[in-house]
């Protein structure tokens, strides 16, 4: 199969979904297929990904972090999505490599601009402003059951912080808020993938995580990997 130059642009792949959904295995579970294949991936999540992004994230999520303001939460989120598409994204996109990010934009639309009541249009606009308006090639989002995912979430953080040294900060800190939140936050996810399903790819997360893995693997191969093969080198 032909190569193609080393300047051409990599592909962005999102994932999202509720907390416990499952999506960051899945995510692994890509990049490993798309590595098998020659493809050079950067995989990251947010909030996060870079030295900066990883202290603001241990603001936003920390429950001991108390009284924070939704739009000063939103204003760090931003900020640590800033530094990893200054730091991390763009470089890698421009070197060819394929980056597959746990949580982006639609989390912050999602969850502060539905769960916390901010509205998808200060949650935009702070995109356009901030990160350039950079949008992923694809969005995988993991649609699942809001109690199941919430206590799924809740119980691996639970586990986490009974085996932290003490005094380390866990991440409790959205696994604390009730379920007409997070129906909230699904609902802002439903409309997102209803705007724009050209990108976002919904699917059902509470089926075997062997079938939503082939089902990922599928849409990718059509859309990035099929004929005109836009594989990568591994350099
Ligand atoms: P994450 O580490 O993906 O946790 P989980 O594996 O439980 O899904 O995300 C941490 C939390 O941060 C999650 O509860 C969602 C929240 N979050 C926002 O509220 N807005 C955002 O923009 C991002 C990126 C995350």
């Not at 947010?46 to 108390?66: C, M, N, Q």
């Not at 730091?87 to 890698?92: D, G, M, Q, T, W």
């Not at 060819?96 to 606009?125: I, K, M, N, P």
């Not at 050209?198 to 990997?225: G, K, N, S, T």
Request: hydrophobic fraction near 40%; aromatic fraction near 4%.
């Amino acid at each position: 199969m032909a190569r193609v130059s080393a300047r051409k642009r990599g592909r962005f792949i999102t994932f999202e979904g509720l907390d416990g959904c499952g999506k960051s295995t899945q995510l692994k579970r890509l990049a490993e297929v798309l590595r098998a294949e020659g493809i050079a991936v950067l995989v990251t999540r947010e909030p996060g990904g870079t030295p900066i992004g990883e202290r603001l994230r241990s603001i936003v999520l920390d429950s001991a972090t108390l009284g924070l303001a939704p739009r000063a939460e939103l204003a760090i989120l931003f900020a640590a999505r800033a530094q990893q598409v200054h730091e991390n994204i763009l470089p890698a996109l421009k070197a060819g490599r394929w980056v597959l990010c746990d949580r982006f934009t639609d989390s912050s639309e999602a969850y502060q601009g539905g769960g916390r009541g901010l509205g998808s249009e200060a949650v935009l606009t702070m995109h356009r402003v901030v990160c350039g308006n950079l949008q992923p090639d694809m969005t995988v989002l993991m649609d699942s059951d809001v109690t199941a995912s919430v206590a799924r979430a809740r119980r691996r953080n639970l586990a986490k912080v009974a085996t932290a040294p003490d005094g380390e900060a866990d991440e409790n800190r959205f696994e604390q808020e009730n379920q007409a939140f997070f129906t909230r936050v699904q609902q802002a996810y439903h409309a997102i993938a209803k705007r724009e399903p050209q990108r976002v790819l919904m699917l059902d997360a509470r089926r075997q995580p062997d079938v939503v893995h082939r089902e990922i693997v599928e849409v990718v191969r059509q859309r990035f990997l099929g004929a005109a093969n836009e594989r990568q080198s591994k350099n």
